[in-house]
C-alpha cells in the first residue's frame, strides 16, 4: 500500500512530497534543533511522555524554546497519527531553532520550526543477529556536547556507523573519552555475565534511551539483576550475552564484536526472555484513538 502520509509542519498538514522547509532554517544550516524518535504498537503510543519529557529537556539544554506546551505537543503527536490513520508508526519529531539569517547566532530565529513525520519503519536490523565493531570515532565528551541532548547534530554517530559499513558489519559500538563503552550509534548496550544485565551509567556519556529503561525494567520485573555500571571491550568480547535497545531497533542481540563471537555466538536466553517480553508490553502506551 502506497499512501502519501501527511506531514505536520508548525501546524499544517502537508503531503510529504511537498513537505519542505526553508534552506534558511538553523536545523539545516547549523544542525540547530533537538529530536525524538517514537514507536506507536496497535494504536497506543509507546511510552509517549518519557519522549516527551527528553525532548523539552534536551530543548531546554540548547536553550530552544519550545512554542507548543507539553500537553499541546502531545496532541499534536496524536492528531498526526490520526489524520495518518495510522496504528503501528514510527513517529520523528524534529524541533528545529527555525529560520534565521546566515551566522550561527541564534537570535536571529524567531520562531522554532516544529515538524512531525508519521510513517511505518520496519525494526532496523529486523531478524538480524547483530554483528557489531568498536568505532575509533569516541562518542561526544559531555563538556562538549552532551550525549543526553538528542540534538540534530549526529554527525559523531553517523561517523561510526560509517565505520560499520566499511566493516561490513551491522552496527559500531561508541566508547566515551575515558575508553569505556558508552552505546551504540542509534541504541544503547547491554551484556549479560553470570546471569546479571550490565549496562553503562548516565555518567558514561550516553542517550538515556527510553527502550534502555523499559528493559532495566522488564529484567527488574523478572528478577534479573540490572546494574548501571562502566564496562570496557574486555567485558564486552567476554560477554555471555550481549544486546542493543533503541526505538528503531527495539531490543536485537549482539552475538559477534571485532570478529569475536559473544558466548557461543547464539541468542542468550536472558536476551530472548526480554525481547518476548518486550513485545507483550510494548502496546500499553497512551491511547492514539480515543474520539
Ligand atoms: N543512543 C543513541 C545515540 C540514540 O540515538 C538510542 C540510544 C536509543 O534511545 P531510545 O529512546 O530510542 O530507546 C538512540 C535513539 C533512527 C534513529 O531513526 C534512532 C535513534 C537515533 C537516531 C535515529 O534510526 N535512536
Known amino acids: 500500500m502506497s499512501q502519501e502520509y501527511m506531514v505536520y509542519i508548525d501546524g499544517k498538514y502537508v503531503p510529504k512530497s511537498e513537505a519542505k522547509i526553508s534552506v534558511f532554517d538553523h536545523g539545516l544550516l547549523y544542525g540547530d534543533g533537538v529530536f525524538e524518535g517514537i514507536r506507536s504498537y496497535e494504536g497506543a503510543v ?24 507539553y500537553e499541546e505537543f502531545k496532541e499534536a503527536i496524536l492528531e498526526t497519527l490520526r489524520t495518518n490513520k495510522l496504528t503501528d508508526a514510527y513517529v520523528r519529531v524534529v524541533v528545529t531553532r527555525g529560520i534565521g539569517t546566515l551566522g550561527l547566532t541564534p537570535a536571529t530565529c524567531p520562531k522554532p520550526t516544529i515538524i512531525i513525520i508519521a510513517d511505518h519503519l520496519k525494526p532496523l536490523f ?6 557489531a565493531v568498536v568505532a575509533s570515532t569516541r562518542r561526544n565528551a559531555v563538556t562538549a556536547l552532551n550525549p543526553m541532548i538528542k540534538s540534530l547534530n549526529y554527525l559523531n554517530n553517523i561517523l561510526a556507523r560509517i565505520e ?13 573519552q575515558n575508553g569505556t563503552v558508552a552505546e551504540g550509534t542509534g541504541d544503547n548496550v547491554f551484556i549479560v555475565k553470570d546471569e546479571v ?28 539483576q540490572v546494574l548501571e555500571k562502566d564496562f570496557t571491550v574486555h567485558e564486552v568480547y567476554n560477554a555471555d550475552e550481549a544486546f542493543l535497545s533503541g526505538t528503531a531497533a527495539e531490543i536485537v542481540p549482539l552475538v559477534e564484536v571485532d570478529g569475536k563471537k559473544i558466548g557461543n555466538g547464539n541468542v ?7 525481547i518476548e517480553k518486550f513485545k507483550r ?7 492514539i484513538y480515543l474520539k
Open 46 to 69: 509507546f511510552r509517549l511522555d518519557q519522549h516527551l519529557t527528553r525532548l523539552f529537556e534536551s530543548a531546554k539544554s540548547i536553550d530552544l524554546q519550545i512554542p507548543l506546551s
Open 126 to 131: 529486523e531478524g538480524v543477529n547483530v554483528k
Open 164 to 176: 560499520a559499513i566499511k566493516a561490513k558489519v551491522d552496527e559500531a559500538i561508541m566508547l566515551n
Open 197 to 224: 544485565v550490565i549496562t553503562p551509567p548516565p555518567t558514561a556519556g550516553i542517550l538515556l534511551g527510553v527502550t534502555r529503561d523499559a528493559v532495566i525494567t522488564l529484567a527488574r520485573e523478572e528478577r534479573i
Open 268 to 274: 542468550g536466553s536472558i536476551t530472548s526472555k526480554l
Open 281 to 287: 508490553i510494548r502496546r500499553t502506551g497512551t491511547p
